[in-house]
Structures are given as C-alpha cells and as structure tokens.
C-alpha cells in the first residue's frame, strides 16, 4: 500500500491539530502514580491498586497507552516525511530512552549504595535488585550499557525501547496492508509464548527479562494500530458492556476472600486464574483482562471527558504529559519511600506522611519538567517592559586612540 493511501488511515494526521484528548494523559498519569505504590515497600496504599482486584494491572494500561500516543507522536513524521525521517525521530526516542535506562540504574545504585552504608543494612542491595552490580561490577556494568542486565523494577524502559524499534518495521508493513501489522504482531506474541522466546535479563543465571519485549508489543500495537485508524475500537454497546463487565467481576472473584464454605472452589478458581495469567509471557487472560476494563472506562466516561480537566483531576494529566520524567521519579521515589518505611516505620502517621510527599513530589516533577519545556526565557517580554540594558561605567583616565598606541 502506497503512503498516501496510509495516510488515509490516521485522519488526524495532515490536518489542523486537535484538542489534546484528556483521557490519554489522564489514564496515563493515573497508571504512573499506581506503578509508584506498586514498586514502594511497605506501602499500604499496594491493598488498594487495581491489580489487587483482577488480573491486569497498570503495566498494562501504561503499555497500551503508550502504543497509542506513539502513533500521535511518530505516525505523522513517516507519512509526512516518509519513512527514513520516521525512522530517524524513533531512533532519536530510542536513544534518549537507552540514556535514561543508564541513568536510573546509576542513581538507584547510589540510593543503594549510601542506604546500605548509613544503615548497616546489606538486604538493601537485594531489595534492589542490583546484587551482581555489587559483587561483580566489571560484568554488570558491561550488561547494564548492552541492556542484558536488567534489574527487575527497572525493566520497563529497556522492553519499551525494543517496542518502540518495531515502529518503523510495523510502518514498512503497513504500506502493504495495515492489518498485516496487527496479524503479525499477534503471530509473533504467540511464537514468544509457545518457545518462550526472550531475552538475557541477568548474565549471572540466564534469566530472562520480566517482561518480555516480543510479548508486550500486543497490547502495545494493539493501542498503536486504533490510534491509527488501521483498526476500529469497538462502539459502544449494552452487549458488550455486559461481557465486559462479566470479565472483570471474574478477574474481582481471583483475588475475593469470602467464608469458608466457598473457600475451596475460590481457591480452585484462583489458582486457574494464576496459571494462565503470567506477566512475563502477557499470557492471553491478562489481554482479555485488560481490554475489558479499558472498554469499559472508555465506554463509560464517554461524552464526559472534559470533565477530567477538572482541577482535581489536572494533576493526573499534568503527570501523564510529562509520562518519561514522571516513571523515573517514581521508581526513585519508591525506593526512597520504602527506605523511609524502614526508618521511620509504618504507622499511620507514617504512611500519610510518606505518601503525600511522594505524590507531591512527583506532581512538582511534572510540573516542573513542564515548565522548562515551555522555554519560559524565550517568550517575549511583558508589554511596557523596557529593556534593562548593561551599564558600563566610563573610564577614568581618557583611553588614547588604537591608532596613537599602534604607533608609539
């Protein structure tokens, strides 16, 4: 398929650019405060996120997400540009992510390193995962820059950047037929499951990373493909709605603790739902999960979504626009807050404290990050403002002219 009838697909693409849709950024960012509580130690508020309640959770929403602002973001320059300036811009992500990758390594080593010397306490080194960093630095480091020593909790970015490289190999088959991407991707989703296909997360045993880069990509391109335009969200729909529903409540009975009497077939149930639910390979009840859920959220706040631009919820949207800097503080700041849980305990007092700053911390961050974006010294000055420009003080003594001195 030629680009130009690509470009018929993304009918957004070429045109004036529209509203920012709030449901992107909102979800997004709600799904980076989960990830904080989730990777934060101690944490009672970790009861209370949704993965405690069904089968997917917000790496799933996170990942769907960013298949779909990806489209937004890089679809416009392939068929604007074609394919090489495409290419070209999701490298450049690739590389800035790569860059992030290193650094969030290095600072959590540091954390690691300074909690392990103040407090005495080496189980800090394990709890970060970082345990071969620590004892045989010459092969971590070597498999922290060529991504085969991925510690678990900062694993994320390296399956997203290997998600991200397919970008232009999806474009290339796009041209073709655009639901050849989807069938791919399904195809090579199943390929990794069936021969466990991927890759070397720790050089020390083998093992492989928490969340396979040839698995994910699914639920990634499936957000990719509907943003888009290849393939169409389902409408919205009573039938559907119900099934839906019907799915979740059964994800909700996984995780239900109820009498004795009915113990025994819930525990049943809950070891089938924990079968086939594995993270790792995205086996196809987490898919089902999720879209599920996320077809009921978007079917339910249908025709209110302005309403998530109201102040209490900006602070989601602000997070979830400024998605990369906001993932990297919290994965800081849940290892600092599960720190403070061990010096300070976990009372309730403790844990408001704790939280709140987390959450103000990462709002700050966000907001902050925003506004060195917006460039703010380049606007141009308030009207009425005169130009304060440098004094220079006149010289004392009268300078003789270049030439006189040229000549003495």
């Given amino acids: 398929m030629s680009e130009t009838v690509s470009a018929t697909a993304h009918p957004a693409i070429g045109?004036?650019?529209k509203p920012r849709d709030p449901r992107l950024?909102?979800?997004?960012?709600?799904?980076?405060?989960?990830?904080?509580?989730?990777?934060?130690?101690?944490n009672w508020l970790f009861d209370w996120i949704p993965a405690r309640f069904g089968v997917s959770d917000a790496a799933d929403m996170f990942v769907f997400i960013s298949g779909y602002a990806a489209a937004i973001a890089f679809g416009g320059s392939f068929l604007r540009h074609?394919?090489?300036?495409?290419?070209?811009?999701v490298a450049f992500r690739c590389a800035q992510l790569y860059a992030a990758q290193i650094m969030t390594v290095l600072i959590v080593a540091v954390?690691?390193?300074?909690?392990?010397?103040h407090t005495g306490e080496a189980h800090y080194v394990d709890l970060a995962y970082l345990r071969l960093l620590f004892?045989?630095?010459?092969?971590?480091?070597?498999?922290?820059?060529?991504?085969?020593?991925?510690?678990?909790?900062?694993?994320?970015?390296?399956?997203?950047?290997?998600?991200?490289?397919?970008?232009?190999?999806?474009?290339?088959?796009?041209?073709?037929?655009?639901?050849?991407?989807?069938?791919?991707?399904?195809?090579?989703w199943a390929i990794a499951n069936r021969f466990e296909i991927n890759l070397i997360g720790d050089p020390s045993t083998n093992g492989p990373w928490y969340f396979n880069p040839f698995a994910w990509q699914l639920i990634f391109f499936v957000g990719f493909a509907i943003s888009m335009g290849w393939i169409k969200a389902p409408a919205r729909s009573r039938a559907l709605q119900g099934a839906a529903l019907g799915v979740v409540v059964l994800g909700y009975l996984a995780s239900y603790r109820g009498p004795a009497e009915v113990s025994a077939l819930i525990d049943l149930y809950r070891d089938w739902v924990v079968a086939h639910s594995d993270k790792t390979y995205l086996d196809p009840l987490r898919v089902i999960h999720f879209l599920a859920t996320a077809y009921l959220a978007i079917t339910l706040i249908q025709g209110h979504?302005?309403?998530?631009?109201?102040?209490?919820?900006?602070?989601?949207?602000?997070?979830?626009?400024?998605a990369l800097p906001t993932f990297l503080a919290g994965i800081i700041v849940a290892i600092l807050g599960g720190i403070a849980f061990d010096l300070v305990g976990t009372g309730f007092l403790a844990q408001a404290g704790v939280n709140v700053a987390s959450f103000a911390i990462l709002i700050a961050n966000a907001y902050l990050v925003g506004w060195f974006k917006a460039k703010p010294w380049s606007r141009?000055?308030?009207?009425?403002?005169?130009p304060v420009a440098p004094q220079i003080a006149a010289p004392a003594v009268a300078v003789p002219p270049l030439r006189a001195v040229a000549q003495e």
């Fill in 15 to 17: 045109k004036a650019k």
């Fill in 25 to 42: 950024d909102f979800f997004r960012g709600a799904a980076l405060f989960i990830i904080l509580i989730a990777h934060m130690r101690e």
């Fill in 82 to 89: 074609g394919w090489l300036i495409g290419a070209a811009r």
């Fill in 111 to 117: 954390i690691t390193a300074l909690a392990v010397k």
């Fill in 135 to 188: 004892e045989d630095p010459q092969q971590a480091v070597i498999g922290i820059f060529t991504l085969t020593y991925v510690p678990l909790f900062l694993n994320i970015i390296p399956m997203y950047i290997v998600v991200l490289a397919m970008i232009p190999v999806a474009m290339m088959v796009a041209r073709i037929h655009p639901l050849l991407v989807s069938v791919l991707s399904f195809a090579l």
């Fill in 305 to 322: 979504e302005q309403s998530l631009l109201h102040p209490v919820f900006r602070v989601f949207v602000k997070c979830g626009q400024q």
């Fill in 380 to 386: 141009p000055a308030p009207a009425g403002a005169a």
